[in-house]
């Protein structure tokens, strides 16, 4: 095959690639129902879970159109409407910490002698916590900004805490994120749990009725 010939080739096949790297790497469009699904899907990457010892940590990462289909229970927007709901979160990012035990057992009474650990401990979680946990994100570390403890009071075993940081880069230069938590109360030591910017990446784009 001659020069000329090659490069002919070359440049009639290129659309042809080009078109087919676009559709291949495109996010799907998802109802508000099958979106939360996706979100919380462990495989996806934005649900993170490790065992230390009798403990487990997991972190849920939640996009601002997560967390405002969370909040608001419905999905009958109009454009304004949501647009509007979503800037009032964008300038956060959100995450759920939850720590439980590895056989299930009430995290609130593990390995606790008296009523007065007990309470220590749902100090700890209501407020004490707050100051071991950053997040770095890409090279930014950040502390929590926002912290809030869900008491169960019993109904669930594990504790569950609503965080938030400083959302400084916008969603064009998503970047891999961890979460910290310097663990000085249950004994594992300093925690670890990351997501991607892949996965953050491949999030799908929200379909309203």
Not at 31 to 56: F, M
Not at 98 to 125: M, P, S, V, W
Not at 140 to 166: Q, W
Request: net charge negative.
């Amino acid at each position: 095959m001659s020069v000329m010939l090659k490069i002919l080739f070359f440049l009639t096949a290129l659309p042809a690639v080009v078109l087919k790297t676009c559709s291949t790497s495109a996010v799907p469009e998802l109802s508000p129902a099958e979106y939360i699904s996706w979100v919380e899907d462990a495989e996806n990457g934005l649900h993170q879970e490790k065992t230390i010892g009798a403990l487990r940590f997991s972190m849920q990462y939640k996009p601002a159109d997560y967390v405002v289909l969370q909040d608001v229970k419905r999905t009958n927007f109009s454009s304004p409407e949501w647009d509007s709901l979503t800037k009032e979160v964008s300038d956060m990012q959100y995450y759920t910490l939850q720590i439980g035990t590895a056989d299930g057992k009430d995290i609130t009474r593990f390995n606790l002698g008296n009523d007065q650990e007990y309470y220590a401990r749902q100090e700890y979680l209501s407020a004490g916590m707050q100051k071991d946990i950053q997040l770095v994100d890409g090279t930014d570390t950040l502390n929590c900004l926002m912290y809030h403890y869900e008491r169960t009071y019993g109904i669930s075993p594990d504790a569950k805490v609503v965080l938030a940081f400083d959302n400084k880069a916008p969603k064009t230069a998503l970047q891999n994120k961890t979460l910290i938590l310097n663990d000085n109360h249950f004994g594992t030591g300093i925690i670890m749990l990351s997501i991607d910017a892949g996965s953050l990446r491949s999030i799908p784009q929200l379909t309203l009725n």
